[in-house]
Structures are given as structure tokens and as C-alpha cells.
T-cell receptor
Framework: DVKVTQSSRYLVKRTGEKVFLECVQD?????MFWYRQDPGLGLRLIYFSYDVKMKEKGDIPEGYSVSREKKERFSLILESASTNQTSMYLCASSLQDGGYTFGSGTRLTVV | AQKITQTQPGMFVQEKEAVTLDCTYDTSDPSYGLFWYKQPSSGEMIFLIY??????QNATEGRYSLNFQKARKSANLVISASQLGDSAMYFC????????????FGSGTRLLVRP
């Protein structure tokens, strides 16, 4: 089975800190995605990547950046965390035109 | 622009009854795919069912079926014989035909199954 692993289940960070959320998949998927999930808003796409070193902005990229140096790893970076970035963050991966596999999520609280 | 709309923030259903969760979508792509996911309180996203825009028949997977009405741009999820374990958030999502393969999600419906 494809596994998508997010490094932290729960994270608490201070305002202004630089935050790294890591996501690793083990099945050689080309596409990787970062979403944030907020009540009443569903999942909103932050960034995605369809190849190593390639990245594309999603619907809400402001305040975030990403890095994909290796095919299996896709990192989400909060350059200077703010309280409005408190949310659940979900990583996903997929083959071209294939099914999607999600990680179990990271619940980030910024205080 | 693509959009998914789920108009039911929350629903109740009696155990063993059927329930329909609504989903409408908007896209100008002739080719697209529609997905339903279940998210229990643990937070994982569980794939339930998929419908391609050119599929002639409505998709079914066990107790899940997708009522696909292309002209109305609706893709409702039907769960038959509800079980207590069906209590969860349910998300409808769409993938367009562009090369990004990104999924666009609706806001979700929280389903509570009553014993």
C-alpha cells in the first residue's frame, strides 16, 4: 500500500517562527499536494508539485512556500507563522491521472 | 474556474436507513473526475468512490453509490443501510482535465448516524 507520512501529528509554534511541515511518500508518485483544512471551508489547496524541483501555487499560497528536492519528499514552509495559519494541514500524493493518497494530517497551532 | 458545492453542513440518519449527500459542481472541462472521501474523527481521508465524466454508468462500491446527473452537474453520494461507523465528515472533490491533477474540494457534510 502507498503510504504518505507526515512528520508530526500535532505541532505548537510561536508567532513569527519559521515552521517546516514534512511529507514523505513511498510509492514513487509524481504529484504531491499540500492542503489546509478549516471548518466550513473544506480542503483548500496551498501548493502542489508534479515533479522534483517543480512547484505550482494553489488557491491560497500566501504566507507559505514549498520545497521538493527529492521525489518522495514535499515540504511546506511557513516563513513567519501567524495565528491565522492555525489549521489542519494535509499532504497528498498521486500518480498521473491516478488515485490520491493522503497523510494523516498535522494539526498546527500558532500561539 | 472549477467549483464544488456541498450545501448540507450536517445531516442525521437513522441506523440501517439510506442517506443521500448532495454535491454539485461547476466546470467548463469536458473531461473531469468526481471523488467522494470520508474523514472520520481520526482525520484520515478515506477514498470511497470515483465517477469519470464519460462513464456511462453510475459508480457503485459496496454500500456506496454515486448518483451522477451530468446535465444537472450533480454527483450525490448515496449510502445504503447506514451504520454507526458511517458517522464522519464527507467531502466531494473534482479533478479537472488540466495537467496539474489537483483536486478541488467542497466544504463537506458532517453525517451523524443515530442508533
Amino acid at each position: 500500500d502507498v503510504k504518505v507520512t507526515q512528520s508530526s501529528r500535532y505541532l505548537v509554534k510561536r508567532t513569527g517562527e519559521k515552521v517546516f511541515l514534512e511529507c514523505v511518500q513511498d510509492m514513487d508518485h509524481e504529484n504531491m499536494f499540500w492542503y489546509r483544512q478549516d471548518p466550513g471551508l473544506g480542503l483548500r489547496l496551498i501548493y502542489f508539485s508534479y515533479d522534483v524541483k517543480m512547484k505550482e501555487k494553489g488557491d491560497i499560497p500566501e504566507g507559505y512556500s514549498v520545497s521538493r528536492e527529492k521525489k518522495e519528499r514535499f515540504s511546506l514552509i511557513l516563513e513567519s507563522a501567524s495565528t491565522n495559519q492555525t489549521s489542519m494541514y494535509l499532504c497528498a500524493s498521486s500518480l498521473q491521472d491516478g488515485g490520491y493518497t493522503f497523510g494523516s494530517g498535522t494539526r498546527l497551532t500558532v500561539v | 474556474a472549477q467549483k464544488i458545492t456541498q450545501t448540507q453542513p450536517g445531516m442525521f440518519v437513522q441506523e440501517k436507513e439510506a442517506v443521500t449527500l448532495d454535491c454539485t459542481y461547476d466546470t467548463s472541462d469536458p473531461s473531469y473526475g468526481l471523488f467522494w472521501y470520508k474523514q472520520p474523527s481520526s482525520g484520515e481521508m478515506i477514498f470511497l468512490i470515483y465517477q469519470g465524466s464519460y462513464d456511462q454508468q453510475n459508480a457503485t462500491e459496496g454500500r456506496y453509490s454515486l448518483n451522477f446527473q451530468k446535465a444537472r452537474k450533480s454527483a450525490n453520494l448515496v449510502i445504503s443501510a447506514s451504520q454507526l461507523g458511517d458517522s464522519a465528515m464527507y467531502f466531494c472533490a473534482m479533478r479537472g482535465a488540466d495537467s496539474s491533477y489537483k483536486l478541488i474540494f467542497g466544504s463537506g457534510t458532517r453525517l451523524l448516524v443515530r442508533p
